[in-house]
């Protein structure tokens, strides 16, 4: 059977940076389905689709092929992580990702690669949806501030200007629309180990996620 990792969670919880080090750790393949969905958003706003046509979403998403290398999403062949985290996209994002027909073609798009390769997911409804049955799952949360203190720094050190309230803001609403929307609402698995990373470093969280992973090796090894 496959080894597959589902970790949820809010805007800016940590989990891409806490995946992709599970993911060097235990050889799998990190997919960052967050990143699919700013795709879509991105190449909509390109062409001017607007989230409520749908039959033109559904027709952009078939000319879209999405593969990861490397941690990072490309489309087409093309990498395209930079475009994917700049505020426009962050603010836009929640609208399409909230959309039945959009969810179910990536869901399957995220589905077919779990079948593929033995991976490490981050999103919203992974351990809840896509991959129902993972292997492990974790739901990984921070307080609001922490979160955007984190987004804050991440673009800063991209070169980005920002601005700290309107960061903490713009998290306040995505975790709003995440978690009220009628599809696939982000919502902790009951199976689901839930890791509240305020005030703790990369390192410890880590730490608890292989353990947690390790015991269950061990145990179904047995
Ligand atoms: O993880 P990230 O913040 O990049 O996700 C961007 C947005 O994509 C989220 O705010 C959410 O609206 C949407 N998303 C989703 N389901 C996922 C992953 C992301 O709805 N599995």
Redesign the pocket.
């Known amino acids: 059977m496959r080894l597959s990792v589902a970790i949820d969670g809010p805007?800016?919880a940590g989990?891409?940076t806490i995946a992709k080090i599970v993911a060097k750790r235990y050889n799998l393949m990190y997919i960052?389905?967050?990143?699919?969905?700013?795709a879509v958003t991105y190449k909509a706003l390109e062409k001017d689709i607007p989230p409520e046509n749908i039959e033109a979403l559904c027709n952009l998403i078939e000319t879209m092929e999405m593969h990861f290398e490397n941690d990072e999403l490309y489309l087409n062949d093309v990498n395209i992580n930079d475009q994917l985290t700049v505020p426009n996209i962050?603010k836009n994002?929640?609208a399409y990702?909230?959309i039945k027909e959009v969810?179910t073609r990536l869901v399957k798009l995220q589905r077919d690669m779990s079948k593929k390769y033995d991976v490490i997911m981050?999103?919203?409804?992974?351990g809840t949806v896509?991959l129902k049955d993972a292997s492990f799952k974790f739901f990984l949360t921070a307080s609001p501030e922490e979160r955007a203190t984190r987004r804050y720094e991440e673009l800063k050190a991209k070169g980005l200007e920002v601005d700290y309230s309107s960061i903490l803001k713009d998290i306040i609403q995505?975790d709003y629309?995440?978690s009220n929307r009628e599809v696939?609402p982000?919502t902790k698995a009951d199976d689901a180990l839930e890791v509240d990373t305020t005030g703790i470093n990369i390192d410890q969280v880590v730490n608890k996620i292989c353990e947690y992973i390790n015991n269950g090796l061990e145990l179904s090894m047995r």
Do not use: E, F, P
């Open positions: 805007a800016g989990k891409s960052n389905t967050g990143s699919m969905y700013r962050s994002v929640s990702a909230s969810r981050d999103g919203r409804d992974i896509v995505r629309l995440d696939d982000l």
